[in-house]
């Protein structure tokens, strides 16, 4: 099965279509996960309740990438024994999202790498 239903949520409507909760696989988290729990510190100067902030569908989105990948490969896309380094690579601009010896992986398949880099948006203000 791909699926665990145990967490899932129906939202009425966009507005309401947010989470907070932070749950699942580190290496299968989008960006917006991972720095999910800046966005309910209340004490933070940038904190405002009326931003839609937190995870939507996009971040269900960038988890079915790597599921995807992971079919494929047997492997994580994002995986690093070191966690900060396996942040920074997943939530800074700039930072290579799949490295060459991951498209190997892929047998440098054209087709693959374009579909994962359509699906891998970085963008954790979203």
């Known amino acids: 099965c791909l ?3 145990g967490e899932s949520k129906i939202y009425q409507d966009e ?3 947010y989470t907070f909760r932070n749950r699942g696989t580190e290496f299968t988290k ?4 991972l720095v999910i729990a ?3 510190q209340k004490t933070r100067s940038t904190y405002d309740r009326r931003k839609k902030v937190g995870a939507s569908a996009p971040s269900d989105i960038w988890s079915l990438g790597c599921m995807f990948y992971e079919l494929l490969t047997g492997e994580f896309l994002f995986y690093d024994k070191d966690w900060g380094r ?3 690579r997943i939530t800074s601009p700039g930072q290579e999202l799949i490295p060459d010896e991951k498209k190997k992986k ?3 398949n054209p087709h693959l790498i374009d579909f ?11």
């Open 3 to 5: 699926a665990d239903f």
């Open 30 to 33: 989008s960006p917006e996960m």
């Open 38 to 40: 800046n966005a309910t």
């Open 106 to 108: 892929i047998d440098n």
């Open 86 to 88: 396996f942040f920074i």
């Open 116 to 126: 994962l880099e359509f699906i891998f948006i970085r963008n954790v203000s979203y």
């Open 15 to 17: 507005i309401d279509g």
